[in-house]
């Protein structure tokens, strides 16, 4: 078989002999053969390739494909591929249906109640006592109505329904837009993946999704896998598959030992070509997808049938449940499954916040149901002296149904449905409009986190600079060049060794092409520091095309590509005696101390000793870096002919050097960033410098862009002075320590990935300041990931970050810039105020609301304002108001306070100022209308009216100038901080105005032809003068109470603030219960990174399902708090913001002795 592969060597292949003619397509192998093929490992896969095809490029053949050419670029032959072989395309889950977004709207405790109470009263209203009785139960029918009033009965119970049917529509199409712009986002960012592909033998750059079978794909340092291949050819390649088989060490791969590259795993070092053999669903991640049930209908038809199925079946339906590692897997499942610990912080307060509301919600109309029935009750049978007749029964339900819809209404007003709502709408308004500023938010709640941000540790390189990268010093034959030397001061063997060096020793993807348009900046292709190097090459007027051309990449012997740990890389290459010359470059300071000699002018060779490194670092390099330019040293060793060395004892490969030339690579602070790093400080954001440059270039960047000022008391680290100062005898890290290091750290300067992540672990875990500290990373490498994952918010970059980076990350700079951060910062922050200011418009509604239903139920047996009323403020306006209040655009302003921290209340002092004052002024107002407005208007009293009696103006004017205080108290709602003039930016938001206005329009439309489902009858001119004028009065009394300092309202709470430390503290300590000693931890080491990647599945559903509607929402909280009570017994105290704990269990009551409470 393997002969006959080969027999057929020419490029158009002869018909096939006719065993193989079966083959898809006219290719020489079938999809089923490449996916077997793609189970095997290491020696098994070499042996079934070698068997089948006679080696990798055999295998290429039949694929139709050229190892080094690639694909012709040929849309029909692309096509054709994609019908036999798939695309590269893993189908999404389904995403749900309208009408099933409309059922869970449906599911809402609050609408249910309402639900049933319509219909009990629909009911009712349509049965009729027989006449003749209704004397005997007494007036309580009352005889104000005729004939056709008791026919409209039913109208009320059908206006509620039709309400309900509105507000769920309004739920479920939000949801189904939210849905519709998450898929966009998800689709966008599968776009911006891109990846390197030879076709017609030039490199390209394709969407991963147009992958296909065959090609040649060119794999480097920091890739994300996007199909299986075959490796072709490979430099030191080594692959993190722990994503795959849960293994966390690295895997060599080479085309002789183990060739297979799987999708979805991470390239950790080295560069290669592989040829694609299985994508999309047919490749090893696609294959665990469908498994995982991509389609989550299979999954349930599964469960049904495991049901059915007896226990031992069951049992292999789950391979993950070892018979002994079941219980273990169980717990495992039950923490993967449970909400991520720490919900953002905006989330957290909001939740608290409901449930309080909530709870206030349902104490007062449970009180206004009882106080109604037992008033008619003693009213009717113990003051009239009635008895209870069995033909009288309905009339009495009726009346107690009526009751229990005031209540109804009472609750839902107090329950604020507009919050989920405002908050999914400011977000997705935020992120919307974060694209144009370059973020590309990956995770909703990220946005949020970001305004509470208190400190940014970004790199330097790409970020703070511009990463185009330019040689502008060097010292090369003993002299100190200041810029680029005429190539005629060298000697030719220097220049001819520089060259070489350099061309050869780099990735040979790095190139420097001539730039796109005229007079623009030639354009640099691949790593930045490699292109500054070859940009010097062509400034000495030399070319490193001829040499690469010279020396193909297969040709190179031996390469040891650059990563964290070596920071440098060497290139072997056997010269034509048979000997080996070793190419190098790589940080000076660690490079020079492994060089024995130097070339002087002459191009000869000089000892050069300890002594004279160090006068060379004191002289040359120092002064170098204090210009802010990265110092890189060249050097080059040859090996005799006759005997090669261990290639794999690194260490002595590269060792006894001789130095070239050491350059100085400058790469230029961005224009705008020392201004946006000023307005991070005057936002009370620390900024802090991570990076891997030495660390007298870091500081001298840093200076640049004012991280840090002269006379501040800061500190500048290396990696191994932090450490050294962190960890304490026994190397262990200790968080005393880091405290005394972090809060004056600005530059840590050549650190490791670790280093990174330790000092962002250490700054969130840090106990030492008033409140914890919010902190955002920016990064870009594939070893940033652990450091990105960490950080409360994650900026991968997009333009040189790899897919690694982005995978960890939350938010993606689509132009790599500093100053995107400060635009997500400033958004952020808007989210928040968004969202505090929709609260202080919805309160206010929400207090008044329940007061007026409360009290005027007590005193006049029914609420001045209708339950249909009442909806129509609650559920609808308040659906607009927060459309209008939530997407109030950025400004400047935001950034010119200091973040407000985890635990500071959502409704601030001022806050309550405003809607205590509001509340005052419209209750006072709607009280005297309730009492007076009859005198006042001269109009017949609407209280104490029979049962199914018509709309009286009098309520009328009571329910039109509630809504018009509304209205204008939106206008008030448009500042949070005490500012006198509410209308500063009001033209700027659209949106405000055209709600503000439409709600106003359908607001006389409702009064003047509401008539009885609205309980409304028509006002005159002069009524509707009336009820604007008390309207536009709400804007006078916002100036009023502008005027109260706060400071002198000592009596006033805050609410909504975020769970407090100890709570935390507590609620961690119960759910880490079953934690038990050190070894079962580490046994579970390798189970967690398995449920880690489950989780980041599950949180980014859960993100889209979050806030998905306010049942949801508080049935969130509701099984949150059910989880609390169970582990501990929860009391309120009289203020809701403290909760005592009484331990439940020893072990809560081991971090909180005594059980004592927890203010």
């Not at 068997?51 to 990798?56: C, I, K, P, Q, S």
């Not at 490979?234 to 598959?241: F, Q, T, V």
């Not at 009239?384 to 819809?405: N, S």
């Not at 109030?888 to 635990?903: A, V």
Request: hydrophobic fraction near 40%; proline fraction near 5%.
């Amino acid at each position: 078989m393997g002969d006959m592969a080969n027999s057929s060597i020419e490029c158009h292949p002869k018909p096939q002999p006719q065993r193989e003619a079966p083959h898809a397509g006219g290719f020489g192998c079938t999809l089923a053969e490449l996916r077997t093929l793609m189970e095997l490992r290491g020696a098994e896969a070499l042996q079934k390739i070698q068997e089948a095809y006679g080696d990798v490029s055999g295998l290429c053949r039949r694929l139709k494909t050229s190892p080094t050419e690639g694909l012709a670029d040929n849309t029909n032959d692309l096509e054709k591929r994609r019908q036999i072989y798939g695309q590269n395309f893993i189908p999404p889950k389904q995403p749900k249906t309208f009408l099933q977004l409309v059922w869970e709207a449906l599911q809402d405790v609050t609408l249910i109640i309402l639900e049933v109470a319509a219909i009990v009263s629909l009911g009712l209203s349509f049965y009729a006592p027989p006449g003749e009785e209704s004397e005997a139960c007494g007036n309580v029918s009352g005889g104000a109505e005729d004939e056709g009033e008791a026919e409209a009965g039913w109208i009320e119970g059908a206006a509620i329904l039709l309400s309900v049917i509105c507000v769920v529509l309004v739920t479920a199409f939000n949801d189904w837009s939210k849905e519709k712009q998450f898929r966009g986002l998800q689709s966008r960012i599968e776009q911006e993946q891109k990846f390197t592909v030879i076709r017609n033998g030039q490199l390209l750059q394709v969407p991963v999704a147009a992958l296909v079978v065959g090609d040649i794909a060119q794999v480097k340092y920091g890739d994300l896998l996007p199909a299986d291949g075959v490796l072709i050819q490979g430099n030191d390649l080594k692959i993190d598959e722990s994503s795959l088989t849960g293994e966390s060490d690295h895997v060599r791969k080479s085309a002789d030992k183990d060739p297979m590259l799987l999708s979805g795993t991470h390239v950790m070092e080295g560069s290669g070509r592989m040829v694609v053999t299985a994508v999309g669903v047919n490749s090893q991640t696609g294959i665990i997808f469908t498994l995982l049930g991509a389609g989550g209908e299979e999954e349930e038809k599964k469960d049904k049938k495991a049901k059915k199925q007896d226990g031992a079946v069951a049992m292999e339906m789950q391979p993950l449940k070892s018979a002994e590692g079941g219980e273990l897997e169980e717990r495992e499942r039950k923490k993967a499954s449970a909400p991520r610990k720490e919900k953002s912080v905006l989330q957290g307060k909001l939740t608290k916040l409901a449930v309080q509301i909530g709870k206030a919600g349902l104490v007062m109309s449970a009180i206004t149901v009882i106080i109604l029935v037992l008033y008619f009750v003693i009213e009717t049978f113990v003051v009239d002296g009635r008895v209870w007749l069995a033909e009288c029964t309905p009339v009495y339900v009726q009346y107690f149904v009526k009751f229990f819809i005031i209540g109804v209404t009472v609750l839902v007003v107090a329950v604020p449905e507009g919050l989920p709502l405002a908050v999914t709408i400011s977000l997705a308004y935020s992120v919307k409009k974060m694209m144009k500023d370059n973020n590309l938010v990956r995770h909703l709640d990220a946005c949020e986190t970001m305004g509470n941000a208190t400190a940014i540790c970004s790199d330097k390189t790409g970020t703070l600079t511009t990463n185009r990268m330019t040689v502008v010093q060097s010292y090369v034959g003993d002299t100190h060049y200041r810029e680029v030397p005429a190539p005629s001061a060298l000697t030719p063997k220097i220049l001819d060794l520089l060259v070489h060096a350099i061309s050869i020793n780099s990735a040979y993807t790095t190139k420097i092409l001539p730039p796109e348009k005229e007079g623009a900046l030639p354009r640099q292709v691949g790593n930045k520091t490699e292109c500054a190097l070859l940009g010097f090459v062509l400034d000495l007027k030399r070319d490193f095309q001829p040499v690469r051309e010279q020396i193909p990449e297969d040709k190179l012997y031996k390469v040891y590509t650059f990563n964290s740990v070596r920071k440098s890389m060497s290139t072997v290459i056997r010269m034509p005696d048979g000997a080996f010359r070793l190419f190098s470059k790589g940080a000076s300071e660690i490079l020079l101390k492994k060089c024995t000699h130097i070339l002087n002018s002459n191009g000869e060779l000089r000892v050069f000793r300890p002594r004279d490194r160090e006068d060379m670092v004191k002289k040359i390099i120092e002064p170098m870096a204090c210009d802010g330019l990265r110092t890189i040293c060249i050097a080059y060793r040859d090996f005799a002919a006759g005997h090669e060395p261990d290639w794999d004892n690194e260490n002595e490969v590269v060792g006894d050097l001789t130095c070239i030339a050491v350059v100085g690579i400058e790469d230029p602070v961005r224009p705008e960033v020392p201004e946006a790093i000023r307005k991070c400080q005057r936002a009370g954001i620390t900024v802090r410098m991570v990076t891997g440059d030495n660390i007298n270039t870091a500081r001298a960047i840093a200076a640049k862009c004012g991280i840090i000022q002269p006379g501040e008391d800061f500190l500048c680290l290396e990696g191994k002075e932090f450490n050294r100062r962190i960890r304490n005898e026994k190397g262990e890290i200790e968080q005393e320590r880091l405290d005394k290091v972090w809060p004056k750290l600005r530059v840590l300067a050549r650190s490791s990935p670790t280093d990174k992540h330790t000092l962002v672990k250490g700054i969130i875990d840090s106990t030492s300041g008033e409140q914890r500290q919010v902190v955002a990373v920016t990064g870009d490498g594939t070893n940033d990931g652990p450091a990105l994952k960490k950080a409360d918010v994650g900026f991968a970059m997009g333009i040189a970050g790899t897919d690694v980076a982005k995978e960890a990350s939350d938010i993606i700079l689509t132009d790599d810039n500093f100053t995107s951060i400060v635009k997500a910062v400033m958004w952020g922050r808007n989210v928040y105020d968004s969202i505090s200011k929709f609260l202080q418009f919805q309160l206010t509604v929400n207090v008044v609301a329940v007061i007026v239903a409360f009290t005027g139920a007590c005193i006049t047996q029914d609420s001045p304002l209708k339950a249909v009323q009442m909806l129509w403020v609650n559920l609808i306006m308040d659906t607009f108001a927060s459309l209008a209040l939530a997407t109030e655009p950025p400004t400047e302003s935001l950034l010119l306070r200091k973040p407000y921290g985890r635990d500071k209340p959502l409704i601030s002092r001022t806050m309550m100022k405003n809607i205590l004052g509001h509340a005052a002024y419209q209750l006072t107002i709607i009280f005297t209308l309730l009492f007076v407005g009859e005198l006042f208007f001269d109009i017949d009293s609407g209280r104490n009216a029979p049962l199914h009696s018509p709309p009286s103006e009098h309520y009328t004017i009571i329910f039109n100038t509630f809504v018009m205080m509304q209205l204008f108290n939106e206008i008030n709602a448009r500042k949070i901080h005490g500012e006198r003039n509410v209308f500063d930016g009001i033209f700027s938001n659209p949106i405000f105005c055209s709600i503000v206005l439409g709600t106003f329009a359908i607001q006389i439309v409702i009064v003047q032809f509401g008539g009885k489902p609205f309980s409304c009858s028509p006002l005159s001119t002069e009524q509707w003068l009336w009820c604007l004028f008390v309207g536009v009065g709400e804007l006078v009394w916002g100036q009023v109470i502008a005027t109260i300092p706060t400071s002198q309202l000592k009596c006033l709470k805050e609410a909504g603030h975020g769970p407090g430390k100890d709570e935390m503290a507590d609620e961690e300590l119960a759910e880490g219960e079953e934690e038990i000693d050190h070894a079962e931890r580490e046994l579970r080491r390798g189970q967690i990174l398995w449920f880690r990647g489950l989780n980041r599945i599950q949180t980014q559903m859960e993100v889209v399902s979050t806030f998905k509607r306010s049942g949801s929402f508080q049935g969130a909280v509701r099984r949150r708090s059910s989880v609390l009570s169970q582990l501990h017994d929860v009391t309120n105290l009289c203020t809701p913001t403290h909760v005592i704990l009484s331990a439940a269990n020893p072990t809560s009551a081991a971090g909180n002795p005594g059980g004592e409470s927890i203010p």
